[in-house]
């Protein structure tokens, strides 16, 4: 029995010519901002407003910072700045530091303390093999 296994499936479908349906919905939201902007305001005001509002609108339709959609990274900030902060590390004192490597010098030493017996013993286990 045979599957077809379906591939590609982290791309979106193309709804209208090369536009996803998110492309389509922000360049939506921009006419719609730009008409409501049309009938409230004057010629001026249009264009002067008009121009930072499409910018912003093609963005989120069509700039994808690493992979990730705009609106995506956006809503990631403002998580970020609003919610509380876990520290994880924290700094010891130059006390307890001190007295930890102290503590290890003293290990090392006592474990590197080899007799002259010992390394008469190591050196005939040595030379019998």
């Known amino acids: 029995m045979l599957f077809n296994i379906p591939q590609f499936i982290d791309k979106e479908d193309k709804i ?3 536009l996803t349906a998110k492309q389509l919905g922000w360049l939506g939201a921009a006419g719609a901002t ?5 009938t409230l305001f004057d010629l001026s005001v249009v264009l002067l407003a008009g121009i930072p509002i499409l910018a912003v609108f093609g963005a989120l339709a069509f700039y994808h910072p690493n992979g990730q959609p ?5 809503l990631s900030s403002i998580t970020y700045v609003f919610h509380p902060k876990a520290y994880i590390w ?3 004192q130059e006390k307890e530091v001190t007295q930890k490597k102290a503590a290890k010098i003293d290990v090392v030493k006592v474990q590197r303390a080899v007799t002259e017996d010992r390394l008469e013993e190591i050196s005939k286990l040595l030379d019998r093999r």
């Open 34 to 38: 730009m008409l409501l902007l049309w």
């Open 90 to 92: 924290r700094r010891v």
């Open 16 to 18: 209208v010519g090369p």
């Open 70 to 74: 705009l609106i995506g990274l956006i």
